[in-house]
């Protein structure tokens, strides 16, 4: 037993409070008792995340090309393109970025996994977003990826951050939920708001499937990546002003489970159902078993 182990989010918000620090200090904390490494090493590990950001981001807008399936690429570098009709600099941002991260994943560049692949492009485009509209300090940043990072954990042990398991809840729904969370520290919100931020978003996401077109991490999982991104900054925004989830925060993670567990398997990864098995989806599936048996 960690002195600093935290099952639960009330858990990591009692220690937090016991130790009058934040929801960060206390996942470094844990991440040192459990690694045995000092902590610059545990920091310095977690900011070379942030390098990958970037770094996927820029790759990303870099490359307008398709994927090899033709089925993705170049709607970040449109996006960014093009002048904002409805969306602020900072949520064009992020969806412009989200873009760009899930298209390099398509096409198999760098990515960080955070929580997983399909759901790659959320945290990194909100964070980078809010840092540059912001000009949050890099330490801060670092912080906030282990906020979200201690959440995250939190979910999996509790929940599923797998598509597999739980449909895109567990995976977009999980990212943009820590997006929210680490935006929510970003500018200041409190461990209290951190967590709402987490919980307004989250309860937001149940019921998502995971339904790819082909078995393919491409459609609609890129597309999504951006819709969410934006969703995570709106919870983010609530929860600053003081508004409060109905419902707890490890009790949306509950429901999040327990939809996962009911979930019809033909909408967790399997491409048996949603938009997978539209009459386009199915078109593409069939062309792509055609192109591979050739």
């Known amino acids: 037993m960690y002195k600093y182990e935290y099952k639960t989010l009330h858990e990591l918000l009692a220690l937090a409070e016991k130790e009058k620090t934040t929801l960060a200090d ?163 919100g409190r461990n209290e708001m951190i967590l709402q931020a987490f919980a307004l978003c989250m309860k937001n996401t149940l019921g998502l499937a995971c339904d790819p077109v082909a078995g393919l991490v491409e459609v609609p999982c890129v597309k999504r990546n951006a819709v969410f991104a934006v969703e995570a900054l709106a919870a983010a925004e609530m929860a600053l002003t003081g508004i409060k989830s109905v419902i707890p925060p490890d009790e949306v993670i509950a429901a999040m489970a327990e939809i996962g567990r009911i979930m019809p398997v033909a909408l967790k990864e399997t491409s048996d159902g949603g938009l997978a098995r539209t009459e386009t989806g199915k078109a593409i599936a069939a062309r792509m078993e055609k192109a591979m048996a050739e």
């Open 26 to 188: 206390i996942v470094v904390r844990h991440e040192i008792e459990s690694s045995e490494e000092i902590e610059e090493k545990v920091r310095a590990v977690m900011a070379s995340r942030l390098d990958v950001f970037r770094e996927s981001i820029e790759a990303g807008l870099q490359d307008p090309g398709k994927s090899v399936s033709g089925l993705v690429g170049g709607d970040a570098h449109k996006l960014s393109q093009g002048t904002p009709t409805l969306l602020g600099p900072l949520a064009h941002k992020a969806a412009v970025y989200a873009l760009a991260v899930s298209e390099a994943n398509a096409k198999m560049f760098k990515i960080v996994a955070c929580p997983t692949a399909g759901s790659c492009g959320i945290v990194p485009a909100v964070m980078t977003a809010v840092a540059e509209e912001l000009k949050v300090p890099r330490r801060n940043m670092v912080d906030a990826l282990f906020t979200a990072a201690g959440i995250g954990a939190v979910v999996a042990r509790n929940a599923s951050v797998a598509g597999a398991v739980g449909g895109c809840q567990a995976e977009c729904g999980t990212a943009a939920a820590m997006a929210a969370a680490a935006a929510a520290e970003m500018a200041g």
